[in-house]
């Protein structure tokens, strides 16, 4: 049995508020009843939540990895730059053409995001999320497909990109060159085991599949850490 992707987590200097502009912009509910966890829910139970933890490292470079927003209409696109830009966003500089009709934005944290343009072909069939967008091999894609169960609906020049069988959110990777990595990820995968599933199994099919344990090896707070084949770092609940 595979892992699901149970949410992806950023690491913010503020976490609740990182989690009041994500609410805002996205229009997701807070999570209740987690204790100290600070996460927000998709409205379709069968997509993942996202994770404000903790992280006070310091900024070293662009992401390796940003959501990708999608568009009904122009005024829809011009409606969710002015909610985010209203909750704390401001426009950011990443080189874009005048020509490109995506907005790119940051939240409070200085994560990156776009919001992209109605009429996109590639993301007709996702959710609001369109994409997750990272920065990746053709080699990374492949293991993610494997490792989550998610089939490859693209294949091309190097690039790749995933979806789940239910549909929603697309996972991308642009393919070489892949920028060297500088620190730890703000933006990371945490994984959860199907009820009944051996966490010693699972971590082992991981591994034969490309990934590595971290330097530490072990397991934190219920939490197995790991690696994919391009060095980023993700974690495997070892409870539910």
């Not at 696109?77 to 990443?94: F, I, K, M, Y």
Request: aromatic share 8%; charged share 20%.
């Amino acid at each position: 049995m595979t892992s699901q992707l149970f949410a992806i987590c950023f690491n913010a200097t503020q976490p609740s508020d990182l989690a009041r502009f994500w609410s805002g912009v996205l229009g997701w509910e807070p999570a209740t009843g987690q204790g100290d966890d600070i996460a927000i829910l998709p409205p379709d139970t069968a997509g993942f939540r996202i994770r404000f933890l903790p992280g006070r490292e310091p900024r070293t470079g662009r992401n390796r990895a940003h959501f990708d927003l999608t568009s009904a209409s122009p005024d829809d696109q011009r409606r969710t730059v002015a909610r985010a830009l209203e909750l704390g966003g401001r426009h950011l500089d990443v080189g874009q053409l005048p020509e490109e009709e995506h907005v790119v934005l940051a939240d409070p944290d200085g994560n990156e995001f776009c919001v992209i343009e109605a009429g996109n072909k590639f993301l007709a069939d996702t959710g609001f999320i369109g994409a997750l967008a990272c920065d990746g091999t053709q080699e990374v894609g492949y293991f993610w497909s494997e490792a989550l169960g998610w089939p490859l609906v693209w294949d091309q020049d190097q690039e790749t990109a995933i979806q789940s069988p239910h549909g929603g959110t697309k996972i991308t990777w642009g393919g070489p060159p892949v920028a060297p990595k500088t620190g730890t990820n703000r933006l990371f995968f945490e994984l959860a085991l199907p009820a009944g599933a051996d966490p010693d199994a699972e971590v082992d099919r991981l591994v034969s599949l490309g990934a590595t344990r971290t330097s530490t090896g072990g397991n934190d707070g219920g939490h197995v850490l790991m690696l994919d084949p391009d060095g980023n770092e993700f974690s495997v609940r070892t409870h539910r």
